[in-house]
């Protein structure tokens, strides 16, 4: 049977907001929708039991004012203990992160590694566009080595950040990195992520024309993804290749799905000790 058009919309999961807050071609909206479709298809008819947590940047803005939700804006890299804290009280509630990769991956990764170490039962998206977008096109933690940017007119001189790999040394229950052209896959990891005992991690190699793709010579959309498709190799590939083959390329698939107790398990079992 052919499924209504309005289904596909996901009009009761998130909100119409015209003009969009994104810039043309920006892969914050692929992002909103992957999540919305991974919600509908684990069986959720709202968001009610759910709260969004994100700071400062770009992809802060996709959980408001795009999601019929709760959402909490806080200051620049600050997401996560916010989540930390709301989980903590409210343990019932699916708690989710949105943030890019200055909000995440620089002033916030402390939060990021503790987050990962503990356990916490939330679910951290991070959109990587590899610059700051925002604010006028920095260098950030994962701008590729010799990529021009305002701060690095000659060309960045430090290695990017691999965030995943971070976030799996740091003891993450799941953790998987897609690009905004793999839309199926990523979708697939979101609800893998929703259904986790466990912290959970993505990050979201996502394009940004008019910032990041026009320092790189791929000012349109379609360009940048079709990057991402040629340069793309799938992890169990990647871990027969040596480092110099990966240079340039982006190593897609799930790092790590473990099982192992949660942070508030482990504080309830403490509790107990205590009180007994």
């Known amino acids: 049977m052919?499924?209504?058009?309005?289904?596909?919309?996901?009009?009761?999961?998130?909100?119409?907001?015209?003009?969009?807050?994104?810039?043309?071609?920006?892969?914050?909206?692929?992002?909103?929708n992957c999540f919305l479709k991974a919600v509908e298809e684990e069986g959720f008819k709202d968001l009610k039991n759910f709260v969004f947590c994100s700071g400062i940047g770009c992809s802060s803005w996709i959980p408001s004012p795009y999601m019929r939700a709760d959402s909490i804006h806080v200051t620049h890299g600050r997401s996560?203990?916010?989540?930390?804290?709301?989980?903590?009280?409210?343990?019932?509630?699916?708690?989710?992160?949105?943030?890019?990769?200055g909000d995440i991956a620089a002033i916030g990764l402390n939060h990021l590694l503790h987050a990962a170490r503990r356990n916490l039962e939330v679910v951290v998206i991070m959109v990587n566009n590899m610059i700051y977008g925002m604010t006028g096109g920095q260098a950030a933690p994962t701008t590729p080595l010799g990529v021009e940017t305002t701060t690095t007119p000659y060309g960045t001189f430090e290695y990017a950040l691999d965030v995943s790999n971070l976030t799996v040394s740091a003891g993450a229950s799941y953790v998987a990195r897609w690009t905004t052209y793999h839309v199926v896959q990523l979708k697939e990891a979101i609800k893998k992520a929703l259904r986790k005992k466990g912290f959970s991690f993505l990050e979201v190699v996502s394009q940004c024309p008019p910032i990041?793709?026009?320092?790189?010579?791929?000012?349109?959309a379609t360009q940048i993804l079709n990057w991402f498709r040629s340069s793309s190799i799938a992890l169990n590939r990647a871990r027969n290749m040596k480092a110099e083959e990966l240079t340039d390329k982006i190593v897609v698939g799930e790092l790590v799905d473990i099982d192992k107790p949660t942070l508030i398990e482990n504080m309830h079992k403490v509790q107990e000790k205590a009180t007994n």
Request: include cysteine.
């Open 2 to 32: 052919q499924r209504s058009e309005e289904h596909f919309a996901i009009k009761h999961l998130r909100q119409e907001v015209l003009p969009s807050t994104f810039c043309s071609g920006c892969g914050c909206g692929t992002v909103i």
């Open 80 to 101: 996560i203990p916010v989540a930390l804290g709301l989980k903590l009280v409210r343990p019932e509630l699916n708690v989710v992160v949105f943030g890019g990769d």
């Open 212 to 220: 990041y793709g026009r320092r790189i010579g791929m000012e349109s």
